[in-house]
């Protein structure tokens, strides 16, 4: 037998020794580990308060606001956030600029990235409505000048801008900048800055706890045999497989 094979042999030993060796935790003492954690009640509204804000859900933060007893959050900035947002996932990126002026004008004062990318968005809906010579117009005056300050600009502008080099833009190397995913991307840029601006998260708790727990569980996989979260709709642990 070959050494490779000697090799392979032995660590397939010391994997099967491993496996059979891990710690097999039980549901009942699972479940009663679980229960000795204390969470706070009022954490756990924060958390889901905090999810609602960020995400924008006005009517739902509302009513979870009377129901729990959570502090007061100002619904106003909130509506206003998603006017701005749903602008943007509608191609009515002038309306939203105007918003964002009216909500905080340093918001594009002081990001040039993101009034980029607004302005970027706003070339795309003229190519998307076959507005070819105002967005030729738009791309020279608005956006060249921006691309000669900096060059990650100079180059998302040259792609956005070989759009009209191609009739059918299925078959375009950029044509995913038409896809409303590219609407969306922009208008979640543009929900994080105000987020920002008004002292607020730009992400949500809630997405990044549960992909602690993912993380957490597979570091556990390594060492014992547990019941898992393997269905994040629901929560409900399964059994390990021993």
């Known amino acids: 037998m070959s050494l490779f094979w000697i090799v392979l042999r032995r660590l397939a030993e010391i994997e099967e020794r491993m496996a059979t060796s891990k710690k097999v935790i039980t549901r009942e003492e699972w479940e009663k580990r679980l229960n000795a954690v204390k969470i706070r009640k009022e954490d756990m509204n924060k958390l889901v308060m905090n999810f609602l804000v960020t995400e924008g859900y006005v009517e739902?933060?509302?009513?979870?606001?009377?129901?729990?007893?959570?502090?007061?959050?100002?619904?106003?900035?909130?509506?206003d956030r998603m006017a701005v947002k749903k602008a943007v996932q509608c191609?009515?990126?002038?309306?939203?600029?105007?918003?964002?002026?009216?909500?905080?004008?340093?918001?594009?004062?002081?990001?040039?990235?993101?009034?980029?990318h607004l302005q970027q968005q706003r070339l795309i809906e003229l190519i998307r409505n076959g507005k070819v010579e105002e967005a030729l117009e738009f791309a020279q005056e608005e956006l060249a000048p921006?691309?000669?300050?900096?060059?990650?600009f100079l180059e998302e502008l040259e792609r956005t801008v070989s759009l009209l080099a191609f009739e059918d833009v299925s078959n375009c190397p950029v044509g995913e900048l038409l896809d409303i995913s590219q609407r969306l991307k922009t208008a979640s840029?543009?929900?994080?800055?105000?987020?920002?601006?008004?002292s607020h998260e730009k992400d949500p708790k809630l997405p990044s706890l549960l992909k602690m727990l993912l993380w957490a569980q597979n570091q556990l996989d390594q060492k014992a045999a547990y019941p898992r979260i393997n269905d994040?709709?629901?929560?409900?642990l399964e059994d390990p497989a021993v």
């Open 232 to 236: 994040l709709s629901n929560t409900a």
């Open 60 to 79: 739902a933060a509302e009513k979870f606001r009377m129901e729990s007893g959570t502090e007061h959050i100002d619904l106003a900035t909130i509506s």
């Open 189 to 198: 840029e543009v929900n994080a800055a105000i987020l920002t601006s008004q």
């Open 146 to 152: 921006r691309g000669e300050e900096n060059q990650s």
């Open 91 to 116: 191609g009515n990126v002038e309306d939203a600029i105007e918003k964002v002026n009216d909500l905080n004008p340093a918001i594009l004062d002081t990001n040039p990235q993101l009034f980029f």
